[in-house]
């Protein structure tokens, strides 16, 4: 697979030609070479039949044998060069395609949430599939129409010149001024296709989303209200298409009637011509038949013009994913860093807005020092920023420059001027809404082909996800179904935090509320586990709306409204007046309440 082609001022059309289709050039010559030779072959038949009959309108019947022979063998011989040309210029086209659709998902892989943030499933899938479709026809069959086409007029037309100069231009005359119209209309077909292609981006969208949330249509008897959705989008659908291909149909009918007009012109003219002896009964003959060779390729020339916009458009769409910039601000130089040690982190003044809500900041000017090795619990309520702030420091966004400085070892760095391989190499993520894909909870936690069993097996225990594997009939081999269904809320974090403990080589560990699934016992186990380890253990952050998962934290911090309002370890929280308080409060489990009144109390009877 490429890297792609490098984004330049060239139009798309001449960047595929340049960065895919020249590697194909040979096969491409070829083609043309026997697209040519088709050519060739099919305007000297109308010469040998032209010949054979002034022959035989001479009696001349073995003088007409030669010719007769000859369109047969050219009969055959076209048959074979034109299959030749077409396979030689159309598998190119599917080698394009097969390159391109490469290149795309390899750069799909590698753009980040900000490039995701503000575009829909359906609009990708659909330039992945569709586009890519229409680029492989312009590839392949586009430029085959093309060539053959220009070879059809240029040699057809010199024959008929040779015949008769006089009529080629008045023959030629009615089938210009069709071109005319036919140019009109294809200037418009290539705007109708851009849309339709939008069109049917949004609407794949809403299909993906509808089947994904069928459950929720039908529960909430929603039914009307999506279907309605559907049929706008639907319609709009319909009316482009249904403009595009009048306009399409618009130049077939105009080329038609001057294919009628030019044949009129050669009988009417061409037949006094020929009675007063100017030109021969085969001279006309010939040049009627190669009139008929000449329509088809001007007939077609419609088609093939909307053809080459509709590949032009798509192709520029594909381009723009192909273009679009993987944002790496830690440049081309970036810092590289060591393995296995345990990152220190310290933030100063770290603000941040989602990209597509940037008057909002998020996070406000957040000012934390973490030691390596540290666990450092996040709590505040909900919408205070936990889940941001873990994103930005596993640089799903990237912090502002200057805000976040990572230390491991001797190196120390601004976290954005860091290789961002090696930091996601460093870093291990159980996310608040876990993605489980459609395969076994084994490949769900390893992530990986040929996992060693015993780091499974560690994983697994430590993320207390044994006693689920165990009511599995076939334990880690159980397929979770489509994102995970198969599984309930707490199973699907379990695995997602297996699939973090899983990489042993993080370290730094980033745990966002996976704990509100598990049982007390097997938090406060989790957790020990964590605060265990000594020197070798990992940097971690778990994000918790239970005060109780955080008791063993080094340090915790209390967000609220993106600023952190207060920090300390447990104890200290608990004694203090705020949310943390007021929380525990709460939170405390019952066996720590005060008795109630009047029962056992100094009031009793
Ligand atoms: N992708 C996003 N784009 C824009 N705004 C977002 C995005 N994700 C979250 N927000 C906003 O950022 C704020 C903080 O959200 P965040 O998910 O960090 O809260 P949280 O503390 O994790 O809450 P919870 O406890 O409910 O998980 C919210 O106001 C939310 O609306
Ligand atoms: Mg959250």
Redesign the pocket.
Known sequence: MSEGPPASQEGAFTRVMRHYAWRHRWSFAAGFFFLWLTNQLSVEIPIQIGAAIDALSKNQRQDALVPVLAVAAMGVGVIVVRTLSRSLIFNPGRDVEYELRADLFQRLLRLRADFY?GRTTGDLVNRASGDLTFARVLVGFGIMQVVNVSLALVLTGWKMLSISPWLTVLSVIPVVLAMGVVQLSVQKVMDLHRARQQQLGEMSDHVLGSFQGIATIQGFVAEDRFLERFSTHNEGLFKTSMVASVLGALAFPALLLAGSVAVYVVLAVGGPMAVRGELSVGDVAAFATLLGLLLPPLRSMGWMLSVVKRGQASLERIFEILDAPIASPEGPDPVRLPKGLAPGLRLRGLSFA?P??PD?P?LQDLDLDIAPGQVVGVF??????????L?VLARVFDPPAGSLTVRLGAVEADLCTVALEDWRAQVAVAP?RPFLFSDSIRDNVSLADDPDPADVARAVRLAALQPDLEAFPAGLDTVVGQRGIMLSGGQRQRVALARALFRKDARLLLL??VLSAVDHETEQRLVASLSAGGGARPTTLI?S?RVSALRHADLIVV?EE?RIVDRGRHDTLVAKEGVYRDTFLAQRPDDHLPAPAGVDGPGAP
């Open positions: 943030a989602y597509d809500d909002h998020v505040g309520r909900t919408g205070s920023g936990k889940s941001t702030l994103r608040q966002d509320d994000v709306h967000l993106g």
